[in-house]
């Protein structure tokens, strides 16, 4: 066997070798469940005094390809009765979340927030789509309404890449408009996360190194450095030239940051009676 071949063959059997571990990081990633997952709350039981709030929602939240605001909230509320359910799920649109809400209603929950509609946005988002949204969040609203004595809150959806003024973003402005007369036309609250996020981008002056599509590049390569090298996810942000963004889609530990506090002071502060948006939810020792 000459050098070339040789070389070739070493060559073909890496190549292999990576594409086997690249397989192998896509499923670990992918069917990584999320702490505290309905399953594993329903097996294990409600702590006594103590109330259920479940986070539902896609990717964001289940948090595998994300920074984990979940587990942020957990530890933001530790000192407060509260027992945090991951609702998450890699991928789902608002259809799926529909699909899901009778494991949501299984865990008797005290408050529900919905981050959703990312994955219905990224790829089109045609008036039909829209209607479909607007739909099936209120849907998910209604059967929470009907099903549970749950305070519910849904959160707007994060820009898409960080080129605020790009056509994938003015259909994102067109998705949490659909959230937000949802949210007041069922007596929800309406927790501004894009609002947050857009003001960081904008204030930052960084310029966006990209228009907004969903890059298998970025998308392995942030969980490559996450899982493999150890790195955060603000560092794998900083590195890809971002704000809030690891990839375009998912969120740093910054935007994860922004987005427990949203919910926290949301849960931390009273009720208000028929109001359906909440804009500015201060820090209260009332709770849920």
Known sequence: MNAAVLALFVFIALLFLFLVGMCALIYFVDARKPRNDPQAFLQRGKRAVSSVVVCAGDSLTHASLSADYVSRLRQRLSSHAYEIVNAGLNGNESTDLL?????????????????VGSNDVRTRFPQEAELAFQTNLNAIVGELRKKTEARIALLSIPPLGEDIAG??????????????????????????????????????????????????????????????????????????????????????????????????????????????????????????
């Open 167 to 288: 056509e994938a973003n003015r259909d994102v402005d067109r998705c949490n408009t659909v959230i937000r007369r949802v949210a007041a036309e069922n007596a929800a609250d309406y927790l501004p996360l894009h609002e947050s996020l857009k003001l960081l981008i904008e204030k930052s002056g960084i310029r966006p190194p990209l228009p907004f599509r969903l890059r298998l590049r970025l998308l392995l390569g942030a969980a490559i450095q996450h899982y493999v090298l150890r790195r955060s996810w603000d560092d794998i942000s900083a590195r890809n030239g971002f704000v809030v963004h690891t990839d375009q889609l998912h969120l740093n530990d910054r935007a994860a940051a922004v987005t427990a506090d949203l919910i926290a002071n949301w849960l931390n502060s009273p009720p208000v009676p028929n109001e359906g948006v909440s804009t500015n939810c201060p820090s209260s020792s009332q709770g849920i």
């Open 99 to 115: 699909r899901r809400i009778p494991d949501i209603v299984r865990c008797k929950p005290d408050a529900v927030s919905v981050l």
